[in-house]
């Protein structure tokens, strides 16, 4: 048994072996890890000669798509759902009903106080007349001061009653427009938790709306980049679901850094022609300087194995260096300013 394992490790150790060799190019032509040159007929090759260029620094940080405009419609009496005019993702216009609550004893309210008005109008307009008639007796001296005082009194008494009733009247109509659920905004319903026959109770919500030109992205920016935005500054954001960029400005910013994360919550205006939706996973990009880099064509670059190559003519030599070249060509190492690179190393 213990043979056995022996001579399985054995073979797993050269099978790895046997991958690092490929892996290091070792079935490959050799080339030595040092720079190496040689004299060869330099007319047949394209060179260029490298040149530093000046790239944005960019910063990339997760967003959200969120409404400006969005409500969430609460009840704000207990009251039977009997009509509902709406579905999500119907698009609404300002005034437009969407819901409608029980109203059977809110007309009865509102009738009642709408009687006791048309009574105080009338007691209004008697004391009114008592008043007046009174008014004229007293300046004649055929009738005493006090009955005037109590003619003033009850012309006061009636307006009392009346605006009472006027308000009771106006409390009562606000009550009953409580079950008749309107939009507050042009929009689209995003949830209806309800439906015809459940009880609504205050503070209940009955459903969501949100404007879909309204809609912003929000990034928190952690604070070592916050002094790179300012107000009205100008980005771009994309939305990898979609495939989409646009461009973006930045329109509010939160003066105060959560004490969590050291991130600053800011907002961002952007235009799109695409159909975007609050909760769209969002990309914003902050520009936090410039710096400058060298970068090679990607053909002039060739591997062996899992090694990156590229010639440089020098002195009138071909010489061949191992160099690390990074996303987009950019190099990392081995190559220098003004190095005058092979654009066709395969030739």
């Known amino acids: 048994m213990k043979l056995n394992n022996k001579i399985l490790g054995a073979c797993l ?23 190496t040159s040689e004299k060869v007929d330099l007319a047949r090759y394209s060179t260029l000669t490298l040149q530093p260029t000046t790239q944005t620094i960019e910063r990339e940080f997760p967003g959200v798509i969120v409404a400006k405009q969005k409500a969430n419609i609460s009840a704000r009496l207990t009251a039977k759902v009997v009509e509902t005019l709406v579905d999500v993702g119907d698009t609404v216009t300002r005034g437009d009903v969407l819901l409608r609550l029980d109203s059977g004893d809110l007309d009865a309210k509102v009738i009642q106080t709408e009687q006791a008005l048309s009574s105080a109008q009338a007691q209004l307009n008697n004391a009114r007349k008592a008043f007046s008639r009174t008014q004229d007796l007293v300046k004649k001296k055929l009738v005493s001061q ?25 409390e009562a109509e606000t009550t009953y ?11 689209v319903v995003t949830a209806k938790p309800v439906n ?22 929000e990034a928190n920016i952690s604070e070592s980049v916050i002094p790179n935005v300012t107000l009205g500054m100008s980005t771009h954001v994309s939305f990898p679901t979609y495939n989409v960029v646009a461009d973006a400005v930045v329109s509010e910013f939160t003066p105060a850094a959560d004490s969590g994360s050291r991130s600053y919550l800011v907002k961002f205006d952007f235009t799109s022609s695409a159909s975007l939706f609050p909760g769209t996973y969002a990309k914003v990009v902050v520009e ?60």
């Open 196 to 217: 015809v026959g459940d009880t609504a109770t205050p503070g209940s919500l009955l459903l969501s709306v949100y404007n879909p030109q309204t809609l912003e992205v």
């Open 13 to 35: 150790f050269g099978v790895l072996a046997t991958l690092f060799y490929y892996m290091a190019g070792g079935f490959s032509d050799k080339i030595p890890m040092e720079r």
């Open 288 to 347: 936090i300087g410039e710096e400058e880099i060298l970068k090679v064509p990607q053909g002039a670059l060739y591997q062996v194995g899992q090694l990156d190559y590229i010639k440089v003519i020098n002195d009138d030599k071909l010489e061949t260096r191992l160099v690390q070249i990074g996303e987009n060509g950019r190099v990392r190492k081995g190559l220098a300013a003004g190095d005058n690179i092979v654009l066709n190393p395969q030739l």
């Open 146 to 170: 006090s009955q005037f005082d109590q003619a003033e009194s009850n012309l006061k008494t009636a307006k009392a009653n009346f605006n009472q009733a006027q308000a009771a009247v106006t």
């Open 177 to 187: 427009g409580f079950s008749i659920i309107t939009a507050p905004f042009d929009g």
